[in-house]
């Protein structure tokens, strides 16, 4: 039956139903559905059922109230495994009113776990105690405060463990309890994240269907799209939301223009409908006094009676004339002006995608151009300043760019420059950034990063160049660059960092090219 398509399976189980004489229950239809399709039948999950035995339970000491708490968050999951753990921990706690020795006695019980039941080891100190419960509570934030119990759980172990004298063992039937508990509050932190990048993601891919006739708008999308994929880095994030905030910006602006050349269309076309319905009175008018001047003219019985008619009927024509030539011309006006508002809004839209390609990334390469790069910097010096950390920057340039360019033309050049900008790429760090300086020229931003660890990288990045050639026809082309490495100082602006880069590159231009030196 492994063969048959869910709606043959569905009709085969409404047939059986009826062969059967069977209630058509959900359950009943379940059972014959899984039997039909070959599924293994799991019985229904009593939530109701298991929910009333745990209110039934006691919660005499702290151990089983967290036990209670685990087996309510299981239920609340579907979760059988979650269930069954939850209630065979429970067995191990002891009521407060027990007799003495019980204690031991329900910890000796517990399912074998290596040195839990046994002497605590030495290793296991008061002071090793409270940097676990340090880790745990610098984990808490990534997890999230949707759940109290969980965070009141994870504050009564940091509290434990943070004690002086704590009974290791009792620390660590503790811990156990706990680790159940965060495996669930991990995995739904975990869920939650995959959810939302899938909603962002669904967002992106609607807004550039809708837009096909927008490139500078899909073509934002598809960036915000390509940043917004896993592995995310706080980077990568601030750059989903700078873009964001130029779509939206843009995107308002063209609304906004688009508007106004409608409410400009809709006004010619209401002025249009009005002129011609005047023409079609007009003509309606002119028709009838033709009518009646010809039944004038058929009763005269001499010129002179003619003669009025006849005047009367060129004034007429010659004031239906006029009326016609100044429609005529308001209509050309009407015309020429929606012209131009087409035009404007062919030039918006040109404009915006001009906009949009040059904002923050070089078109050529996709690395950022200098706003793009001057934006970085104003980042990455303010965490310096934040974190005290180090920040290198390199600048590298092509070496003989220009011969290049015209011994084999400047396709080749730009193909010279993507290609360097390609392997820049894969061997810089996520926390990295690439920028197009000018021409041949390049900066790296290296976070993170002193002045030796800065040459060493672009070191490496010599010895990429060096493995992966591109071709200009059937020629291979290797790419070489001379590069200059500064690390930020304190109270430095970051252009007089370029600048000592940028003279740390010319020392190695004239030592030979090829080269790395530190400024």
């Known amino acids: 039956m492994a063969d048959k398509k869910p709606f043959e399976i569905a009709r085969e189980t409404l047939k059986q139903l009826t062969a059967r004489k069977l209630v058509p229950t959900p359950a009943n239809y379940l059972s014959i559905y899984n039997e039909i399709a070959g599924i293994p039948h799991v019985p229904h999950f009593p939530a109701d059922i298991l929910r009333d035995i745990s209110q039934s339970l006691p919660t005499k000491t702290p151990g089983q109230q967290k036990q209670k708490g685990l087996l309510d968050y299981s239920i609340d999951r579907l979760s059988w495994d979650g269930v069954k753990s939850a209630l065979v921990a429970y067995g191990g706690f002891t009521p407060v009113n027990a007799p003495d020795g019980a204690a031991s006695a329900n910890v000796a019980s517990l399912p074998a776990d290596p ?26 934030p ?7 119990r969980f965070n009141e759980q994870t504050e009564t172990l940091v509290r434990a463990l943070r004690q002086p004298a704590t009974d290791v063992v009792a620390a660590k039937l503790m811990l156990v309890n706990y680790s159940h508990r965060l495996s669930f509050a991990a995995e739904d932190q975990a869920e939650v994240r995959n959810t939302l990048l899938k909603l962002l993601h669904l967002v992106f891919e609607n807004i550039g269907e809708l837009s096909l006739d927008e490139q500078w708008l899909k073509g934002q999308m598809d960036a915000l799209m390509e940043a917004s994929t ?6 990568r994030l601030d750059d989903v939301e700078r873009r964001l905030k130029d779509v939206i ?6 609304k906004q223009k688009t508007l106004q050349a409608q409410n ?21 008018n002119f028709q009838q006094k033709l009518e009646e001047s010809a039944k004038l003219i058929e009763q005269a019985k001499s010129i002179a009676e003619i003669a009025p008619v006849l005047k009367d009927v060129v004034s007429t024509t010659r004031s239906m004339a006029q009326e016609s030539q100044v429609s005529r011309e308001q209509l050309q006006n009407m015309r020429v002006r929606a012209t131009e508002t087409d035009a ?31 934006e970085a910097l104003n980042r990455e010096v303010s965490n310096v300043r934040r974190k005290d950390a180090p920040l290198s920057v390199a600048l590298l340039d092509i070496d003989n760019f220009k011969k290049l360019n015209d011994t084999m033309g ?18 810089m760090r996520p926390q990295d950034t690439l920028a197009r300086y000018g021409g041949e020229e390049f900066v790296i931003l290296l976070p993170d990063t002193p002045l030796d660890k800065g040459i060493d990288a672009m070191t490496r990045l010599q010895r990429e160049l060096t493995k992966k050639f591109f071709l200009a026809g059937t020629e291979k082309v290797l790419i070489t660059f001379s590069a200059g490495v500064a ?13 000592r880069a940028d003279q740390a590159m010319y020392l190695a231009k004239r030592a030979g090219k090829n080269r790395v030196l530190g400024a």
């Open 230 to 235: 896993p592995p995310l880095t706080l980077r």
């Open 410 to 427: 400047h396709a080749t050049g730009d193909i010279a420059l993507t290609h360097l900008a390609k392997v820049a790429r894969e061997c």
């Open 142 to 148: 990534a997890l999230g405060n949707d759940d109290p």
């Open 249 to 254: 910006f843009k995107q308002k602006d063209a």
């Open 487 to 499: 690390q930020l100082i304190a109270d430095e602006d970051a252009a007089d960092a370029i600048k």
């Open 344 to 374: 404007q809004l062919a030039k918006l839209h040109l404009e915006l995608d001009r906009v949009s390609s040059q904002a923050r990334h070089d078109p050529l390469t996709g690395a950022l151009n200098r706003k793009g790069l001057d």
């Open 264 to 284: 400009e269309m809709r006004s010619m076309l209401a002025m249009f409908v009005e002129r011609l319905s005047q023409m079609t009175q007009s003509t309606g």
């Open 115 to 140: 040195g839990l039941g046994s002497p605590a080891p030495a290793a296991l100190t008061s002071e090793f105690l409270a940097q676990i419960g340090r880790l745990i509570e610098y984990a808490q």
